[in-house]
């Protein structure tokens, strides 16, 4: 099993910036990709971004690309979303989640809010 805690969620303008983290623990030799998901208000969870833990190739939504980042420090179990040029439509839970595979992500964080004002 894998323990995810996150952190950096908040409040911000439109057009501003924040940067959320995601530290790993337990059976952390298993992983093999980390990734970001989030859930709006009334909305279904959907994809943001990924990032192979060995190689560092990312994927991400359509939506955030070219806006959001992530990253990842292999010495401290521990992956990064940074976010810029925020929209209100960005407003939601955003929850970091591993895989040991190419299935399904299977360990999960409690999620923290962003919320972005117009």
């Known amino acids: 099993q894998v323990q995810l805690v996150e952190s950096g969620g908040g409040l911000v303008q439109a057009g501003g910036s924040l940067r959320l983290s995601c530290a790993a623990s337990g059976r952390t030799f298993s992983m093999y990709s980390m990734g970001w998901f989030r859930r709006a208000a009334g909305k279904e969870r959907e994809f943001v971004a990924d990032i192979r833990w060995s190689s560092g190739n990312t994927h991400y939504a359509d939506s955030v690309k070219g806006r959001f980042t992530i990253s990842r420090d292999n010495a401290k179990n521990t992956v990064y979303l940074q976010m810029n040029s925020l929209k209100p439509e960005d407003t939601a839970v955003y929850y970091c989640?591993?895989?040991?595979?190419?299935?399904?992500?299977?360990?999960w964080g409690q999620g923290t809010q962003v919320t972005v004002s117009s």
């Open positions: 989640a591993t895989r040991s595979g190419l299935g399904t992500y299977g360990s």
